[in-house]
Structures are given as C-alpha cells and as structure tokens.
C-alpha cells in the first residue's frame, strides 16, 4: 500500500515506517522537525518537510503522494507540559489535525490510523481499562486526543472516513536502528538510561506516596515493535475502531529503574521528587479487543526485554540523533 506517515520523524512514526518498509509498503513522510529528526528519516520513504498547521500544504503533500492510508502520529505527548501550556496542546493536536482530516477529505483519502493515549482515560474506576472504560481525562493532553477521536466518529459519519484509533500506554524500547531521543526528555526509560550513561547525574522519580505497592506510579509499557505491528494490523481493519494497547502489565517508576540497573550493571542515583502534576497513579491496559479482532499479539511480553532493546540502541547512539 502507498502510506502517508504524518510525524514519520518522530519516535513511534519512525519505528512504524521502518516496519511497513521493511514489509514492502510504499512511505511517504510528512515531518515539520519539530519533535523528530532528520536522522529518524527512513532513507527509503520519501520525506516531505511540512507543518501540518498550513493547510496548503499539508493539501498539497497529500494530492501529490495520492496515498491509500494516512497514519497520524505528529502531536505533542508530554502530561507535564500540557499542564503549564493547554493552549499548545489544543492547538496543535485538534486544530493542525483538522487540517489533516480535511486534506483528507478533500483529496479523496478514505482511511486514517490514529495515535491516540491512555491518558484519555484520567483516574479509571477499574483495572484493566477496557474500551469501554468511561474516558476522563485529568490532563489537556488526554483532553486533546480524547476530542480528536470524537471529530474522527463525525467525519466517520458524515464524510465516510474509515478511522483506528490506537489508544498506546506506554511505548518504550527501539529497533536496531531507531529509538527514543526527544530534544527535551521527560520519559521514565531514556532519562534512567543516560543516567547509566552518566549523561545525567540521577533520575528524580515524581511522587513516592501514590496508594500503589512501592508508592511509585504504575505504567504499562510496550515494545514499540508491538506498537508498528499493531498499525499495520489496523490498515486492514474492516470498519472504524477504537483499539487499547498494552501488554497488560504494571511496572511501578521503582521497578523500571531496577530493571535498569540490573540490565546495564550501572548504579542508578535516584532522588525524589514531588508528584508531577497531571500524573494519574495506575493506567494498565485491556487489549483483549484488539487481540480478538485483529489478531494483534504482543511480542515483547517482559519489561527487561523492552529495556534490554532501548538499552542497546542508546549504546549505539549515546547522544541520540543529534550525535
Ligand atoms: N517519571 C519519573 N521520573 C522521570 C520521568 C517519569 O518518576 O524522570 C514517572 C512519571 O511521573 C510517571 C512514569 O514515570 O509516573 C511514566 O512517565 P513517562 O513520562 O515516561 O510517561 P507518561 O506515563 O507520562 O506518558
């Protein structure tokens, strides 16, 4: 299929055209570099720089590519940020997307997966969260998808768009060739890996007294191979559709960082730190719905698996993309 890959520079876009190259789809890559880097770019896709804030072209990349699916997976993804600058968040994930959906519309591209979150989700009442757990989100990032996937359900009404939507938890680990380097990093795994790196003096672990068993925060983390099978799943789904996915574990901010340590033989210095604002306690995932239609099957079932690859890729590019 001829794939359209909006953010295809960024962490799980580059992972994702990686994968569908590598199982002969045609890529184009729709990047502002904002987030991603141009080193990210899979030297076989063809790589348009655009913003999707402008229309004309984002319009234009779409009716030159002429593709048969779009994946969308330029936002911005950080909790803590959203909490200091909602406006950003609004702006860029509901509005430059709406330029997207309707390029869509008006060149004639018909299907669309989505990168959605569990942070839609806020404070579940219930463990694992299912598809049919009420959505709350407690931060303007999850706020920001949440809307998104509601404009996804009207122009899957009125204009026929066929839509997945994947709601990650939390992606983490690499391939040989591409993994996780944001200019600003704010995630639990990179940030403990460059502390084994001695790129970073300790890693702040952001509230000790949550009602969970060690007081850390609970994640459940999945490999981002997992996630790029998961898209190429999607493509051929047979109607609009809202997927979790997650391997259905939960590792506590404690835990991660004693796998971490245990992986790369390295003393981790940890301090603690206040909660961070907008951080819900627990968020672990259901993804029998995917598995049952779909077919999905996680690979990468273990936490140590997922950090022994993020491990190895940060070895090789101990100072990310920019090195
Ligand atoms: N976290 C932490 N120290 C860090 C980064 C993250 O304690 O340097 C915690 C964070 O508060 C959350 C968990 O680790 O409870 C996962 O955070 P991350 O930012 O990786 O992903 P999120 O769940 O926010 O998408």
């Known amino acids: 299929m001829r794939i359209f890959v909006v953010g295809g520079a960024g962490y799980i876009g580059s992972v994702c055209t990686e994968l569908l190259l590598d199982e002969g789809h045609e890529v184009a890559i729709f990047d502002n570099l904002t987030e991603g880097h141009g080193r990210a770019v899979d030297s076989r896709a063809n790589f348009i720089q655009g913003d999707l804030a402008n229309r004309e072209q984002i319009q234009g990349a779409l009716s030159d590519a002429r593709p048969e699916a779009v994946m969308h997976f330029a936002a ?11 406006s950003k968040y609004f702006r860029n994930n509901i509005c430059s997307g709406l330029n997207l959906l309707d390029a869509m519309i008006a060149t004639g591209v018909q299907r669309i997966v989505f990168s959605s979150t569990c942070a839609i989700f806020g404070l579940p009442e219930q463990l ?3 598809e049919t757990t009420p959505a709350r989100p407690i931060n303007p990032y999850g706020e920001s998808k949440l809307a998104f996937e509601k404009i996804l359900k009207w122009y899957d009404r009125i204009h026929g768009l066929n839509f997945v939507s994947l709601r990650y938890f939390n992606a983490a680990g690499a391939t040989e060739n591409f993994g996780e380097d944001h200019r600003q990093e704010t995630h639990l795994i990179p ?6 790196l001695g790129r970073k ?3 702040e672990i952001y509230g000790t007294d949550y009602e969970t ?3 850390t925060c609970l994640r459940d983390y999945i490999h981002i191979l997992d996630l ?7 493509l051929g789904a047979p109607g609009s559709a809202f997927y979790n996915l997650g391997t259905g574990g939960g590792s506590s901010v ?3 960082i004693e796998a971490c340590a245990k992986i790369t033989g390295r003393k981790i210095a940890t301090s603690e730190r206040p909660r961070r604002p907008g951080d819900p306690p627990r968020l672990i995932a ?4 995917i598995k049952k239609e779909l077919g999905w099957r996680p690979q990468f079932q273990s936490l140590e698996a997922i950090i022994q690859s993020a491990w190895k890729w940060h070895e090789k590019f101990p100072n990310g993309y920019e090195d």
Request: cysteine-free; overall charge negative; hydrophobic content about 40%.
């Open 76 to 86: 911005n993804a950080l909790v803590g940020e959203s909490m200091r600058d909602p």
């Open 128 to 130: 694992p969260i299912e």
């Open 191 to 196: 940030n403990v890996l460059k502390v084994a």
């Open 201 to 203: 003096p300790n890693v």
């Open 213 to 215: 068993p060690d007081g």
């Open 228 to 234: 790029a099978r998961a898209h190429i799943l999607a």
């Open 254 to 256: 404690r835990e991660v």
């Open 286 to 289: 259901s993804s029998e719905k």
